[in-house]
């Protein structure tokens, strides 16, 4: 998965996805890739996984080799009327800026397309060998992963349409994007996710995706379980063990993370789920 | 006068499973309870009672004093706007597609939608207390800022911009001769995308006022709300409930008490292990005795740091299909303040 150029990781809301995400970028930072890890929704999913402050718009080197950012909208949008879109001195035509930054919350295809366009950019430029996204939760990734082709529904003409195809093309190869879909092996994150899945098998934006299943259980051997404490403990995981068969049944995994227990900071989880990763890989 | 619980917290929590627990313990303590869900598990819905999107609030089969609805966020987004909109306006934008775009993807729509359909129970006064489950998207707090963010979006950023003052007539809009930056904007954009858009802003905004004052009385239930915070004791959703009691108080009130849901038992956290035990449930026992440690620290910090009433519900590996499993989790329960949110 990291001889890809692009890693967008999405998930129901609850399930970890920004930690696996935290946890990819640090695994491809260990094995010497120059890692960008972008935040696209709300602020500090990532910055937390990497114990480090606030993210902003300018990456941050984080880890030696690895930058991160969060995606400020108005910033993305300035930086792409000016550069992407060459609107030469456009820091001067504020109004501008400020008029696409209403349009935007008003016509939503467009606040999408600035996300997914900024991190698509950063793909193309040669900084970077692997660009993992922090994406918005399964129930909003289809707008983002639509919004080129919204666009260009949107739009009969004009320079952000022509744009859009590039950014369609780059999102469907299989050699530069992965689609990672975290999941648990509970009711509501695997009926999101294969709603999602299905979503994905209509549409054909994005090469099928990688499903990781977090905080899977191990199987306890069978036997009679003693009394006390003990017995409880045994009784409760092996309820909990079959019950996550049953979803993992319903949504098989391409990968599992196991269950990880007593860990105090979102960066313990992070460095520990990329521990968990390479021994898989 | 009607009592409303705002149940709210990070995703995956259990936020549902709990405003229905606590909906069930609050009927069966005599209250005429409405329990209003967004997004139930099947399993919770059908124990609730209820089967579809946009049930309206339906009395229990076998618990004549508990009620429940299940909301349809953006099919009553969409509602609110046309209920504040003239007939003739009404019919342009249920045809125009960036109000269909604006209602299915705008962050604080879905949010809205559940608060205003929430004040509106609460302001029938048919029910004693209202428990709302509310809504995941944006992260929780949008919830409560929902209704001066949508006062925002129909009164019209861009449409003051491009107007350069109030609501214009529609005819003014194409006067774009006045207005270089349009031309710029049609460039980029091409065609008259900025102009559709206006359109659409012109329509909504006539809407403003009903909009900005039906907001002002959301604001005020949700200030006469009790706030219960879920969280399990994970870093993830503690860090979003720490959100929340960082800036509730300014948006809406304080509050009242934060649920540390699938807590684990004391006794586990020093397990007493028998000699004859094999090593394999050795290990899981010692796996299992340092999450519940940690999770007991995670409520210790809580109540230290942020002067937090901490009240535990446990991991439980029952499938909740009933109303009793329901009732039974919540009276496994501890530290719940009952009297201070209402019941009881």
């Known amino acids: 998965m990291l001889d890809k150029r692009l890693i967008i990781v999405s998930g129901k809301g609850g399930v970890g996805k920004s930690a696996v995400a935290a946890g990819l970028a640090l695994l491809a930072q260990r094995n010497g890739l120059r890692v960008l890890a972008v935040e696209m929704g709300s602020s500090g999913g990532l910055s937390t996984h990497f114990s480090v402050g606030p993210l902003e718009f300018k990456p941050r080197e984080v880890r030696p080799g690895l930058h991160a950012m969060h995606i400020v909208r108005s910033e993305a949008l300035l930086e792409y009327l000016s550069i992407q879109l060459r609107l030469p001195g456009i820091g001067r035509f504020g109004a501008v800026a400020r008029a696409f930054d209403a349009l935007a919350t ?4 467009i606040r999408e397309i600035i996300t997914i366009g900024k991190i698509l950019w950063e793909v193309r430029e040669d900084r970077w060998d692997l660009v993992v996204a922090d994406a918005p939760p399964t129930g909003q990734i289809g707008s983002y992963l639509r919004a080129p082709i919204s666009i260009s529904e949107l739009v009969p003409t004009g320079r952000i349409r022509a744009q859009s195809e590039w950014m369609t093309t780059t999102l469907g190869d299989p050699d530069m994007t992965q689609l990672v879909i975290v999941t648990l092996p509970e009711e509501l994150p695997s009926t999101e996710t294969l709603e999602t899945m299905r979503w994905l098998e209509d549409n054909q934006i994005v090469p099928p995706p990688l499903v990781i299943s977090n905080r ?5 051997e069978d036997k009679p379980s003693p009394g006390g404490v003990v017995g409880e403990i045994a009784d409760l995981h092996r309820s909990l063990w079959s019950e996550q068969q049953h979803w993992l049944g319903k949504v098989p995994p391409d990968l599992t993370l196991p269950y990880m227990f007593g860990l105090f900071t979102p960066g313990e989880v992070a460095a520990r789920i990329s521990d968990e990763l390479e021994a898989l890989t | 006068m009607t009592k409303t619980i705002l149940i709210t917290g990070a995703g995956g929590v ?13 009927a069966r303590e005599g209250l005429r309870t409405l329990v209003v869900t967004v997004d139930p598990a099947r399993r919770l819905a059908s124990a609730l009672g209820i089967a579809h999107l946009g049930d309206e609030p339906t009395p229990h089969v076998d618990e004549p004093l508990l009620w429940a609805a299940m909301l349809d966020a953006s099919a009553s987004w969409r509602a609110v706007a046309m209920r504040h909109a003239d007939p003739d306006v009404a019919t342009r934008l249920a045809d125009n597609e960036f109000f269909h775009a604006a209602s299915d993807h705008f962050p604080a729509s879905q949010s809205y939608a559940a608060a205003d359909q929430a004040a509106t129970f609460v302001q029938a006064r048919a029910w004693d207390l209202v428990v709302v489950d509310t809504p995941p998207s944006g992260g929780g707090i949008d919830f409560f800022a929902a209704p001066a963010q949508m006062a925002d979006l129909v009164g019209g950023r861009l449409l003051r911009w491009i107007t350069g003052g109030p609501l214009p007539g529609r005819k003014l809009l194409y006067n774009r001769a006045a207005r270089p930056m349009l031309r710029v904007a049609d460039s980029i954009l091409g065609s008259d995308l900025l102009e559709r858009v206006a359109e659409f802003l012109v329509d909504l905004r006539t809407t403003y006022d009903g909009v900005a004052r039906r907001g002002r009385e959301i604001e005020k239930v949700m200030r006469e709300s009790s706030i219960v915070v879920i969280t399990t004791a994970d870093p993830a959703p503690v860090s979003e409930a720490v959100k929340f009691y960082r800036e509730l108080p300014g948006l809406a009130s304080a509050p009242k008490v934060v649920i540390f849901n699938r807590t684990l038992p004391d006794a586990w956290g020093s397990p007493s292990i028998p000699p004859e035990t094999s090593a394999e449930l050795r290990h899981v026992a010692q796996l299992w005795g340092s999450e519940t440690l940690r999770q007991r620290d995670a409520r210790e910090e ?7 009433t901490v009240a535990t519900v446990p991991l439980s590996d029952e499938p909740l299909t009933d109303l009793d499993g329901l009732a039974r989790l919540m009276s496994q329960g501890s530290g719940i303040p009952w009297e201070r949110i209402g019941i009881g």
């Not at chain 1, 008003?106 to 295809?109: D, H, S």
């Not at chain 1, 899977?216 to 306890?220: G, P, Y």
């Not at chain 2, 405003?19 to 069930?24: E, I």
């Open chain 1, 106 to 109: 008003a016509a939503p295809a």
């Open chain 2, 302 to 308: 809580f109540s230290a740091r942020y002067g937090a």
């Open chain 2, 14 to 26: 259990g936020k549902t499973t709990i405003a229905a627990a606590v909906g069930v313990t609050a």
């Open chain 1, 216 to 220: 899977v259980l191990s199987e306890l």
